[in-house]
C-alpha cells in the first residue's frame, strides 16, 4: 500500500500542493482506508490501481493527468451500496473538495477534480473533454476484461449488493447495463475504443441476457 500512498502524493504535488509530505500523506491513507472498507468486493484498492495503471498508460491524451489521477483516487472514495441516485459521486467529490483543500492544492485544481468525479456518475462525457474522458475510460476498463474476468467482476458487485434481494437486484442491475449500452461510446479515447469497445458490449449483452433468463 505505500506503493499506492506514494503515487498519491506524486499527484498530489503535480497538481500545486503545497501542504507537508504528512499531510498530504494522512490524506492518502485517509482515502485509502475508504477504499479498504469490509462492505467492498470490487470497489477496491485493486479497482483504484487498475483505474491509475490506465490513467498513467494513456497520460500523454489528458491536459491535466495528475488532476485525472487526483480524480481517480477520489471517485469511488465514498461508496455506499444503499445510497440513491449520484449520492456516492456527490460525496465522493464532496470529500475530494475538502481532501485537495486540506492539502493546499489550488482552488482551480479542485474545482476540476470535483467536476472529474462528478462526471462518473453516468460516464456521459464527450472525446473533447479529455481528462474526464480518460478518467471515465479507466474507470470502465473492466467492462472490456476477458469473460472470466468480467465474470468476477460482475459477482463481486453482486455481493456489495448483498443486501438486495435477488429479483431487484437482477431488475437494478439490468437498467445500468441497459444505460451503458445505451451510450453511444463507452469509450472515447480512440486507442482505448479501438481495444475495448466491442468486447465490452459483448460483455454487457452476454450479462445482461443472463439476468433476464427466468430463474
Given at each position: ?12 504535488r ?11 500523506t494522512r490524506?492518502g491513507?485517509?482515502?485509502?482506508a475508504?477504499?479498504r472498507?469490509p462492505?467492498r ?31 481517480a483516487w477520489?471517485h469511488?472514495?465514498?461508496?455506499d ?7 456516492n ?5 464532496t ?5 485537495l483543500t ?6 482551480a485544481a479542485?474545482?476540476e477534480?470535483r ?6 456518475a453516468?460516464h ?8 474526464a474522458?480518460?478518467?471515465?475510460d ?6 472490456a476484461?476477458?469473460?472470466q ?6 459477482a463481486?458487485?453482486?455481493r456489495?449488493?448483498?443486501?438486495v434481494?435477488?429479483?431487484?437486484f ?8 441497459e444505460?451503458l449500452?445505451a451510450l ?7 486507442p482505448?475504443?479501438a481495444?475495448?469497445e466491442?468486447?465490452?458490449?459483448a ?8 439476468l433476464?433468463?427466468?430463474?
Amino acid at each position: 500500500m505505500s506503493e499506492l500512498i506514494g503515487r498519491w502524493r506524486t499527484a498530489a504535488r503535480g497538481a500545486g500542493a503545497t501542504g507537508h509530505d504528512q499531510t498530504l500523506t494522512r490524506a492518502g491513507e485517509e482515502l485509502l482506508a475508504r477504499w479498504r472498507e469490509p462492505h467492498r468486493h470490487y470497489h477496491t484498492p485493486r479497482h483504484l490501481a487498475a483505474v491509475l495503471d490506465v490513467v498513467d498508460g494513456y497520460a500523454t491524451w489528458a491536459e491535466r493527468p495528475d488532476l485525472v489521477r487526483l480524480a481517480a483516487w477520489c471517485h469511488d472514495a465514498v461508496y455506499d451500496p444503499r445510497a440513491v441516485g449520484d449520492a456516492n459521486e456527490r460525496d465522493s467529490a464532496t470529500l475530494a473538495d475538502t481532501l485537495l483543500t486540506r492539502t493546499g492544492v489550488p482552488a482551480a485544481a479542485v474545482a476540476e477534480v470535483r467536476r472529474l468525479v462528478l462526471a462518473t456518475a453516468g460516464h456521459a462525457v464527450t472525446a473533447d473533454d479529455r481528462d474526464a474522458a480518460l478518467l471515465c475510460d479507466a474507470d470502465l476498463t473492466i467492462l472490456a476484461a476477458p469473460g472470466q474476468t468480467y465474470d468476477a467482476y460482475a459477482a463481486a458487485i453482486r455481493r456489495e449488493y448483498a443486501h438486495v434481494p435477488e429479483p431487484d437486484f437482477r431488475a437494478g442491475r439490468a437498467r445500468v447495463l441497459e444505460s451503458l449500452l445505451a451510450l453511444p461510446a463507452l469509450f472515447r479515447l480512440p486507442p482505448l475504443a479501438a481495444a475495448g469497445e466491442a468486447p465490452a458490449r459483448a460483455n454487457l449483452a452476454r450479462e445482461l441476457a443472463a439476468l433476464r433468463r427466468p430463474g
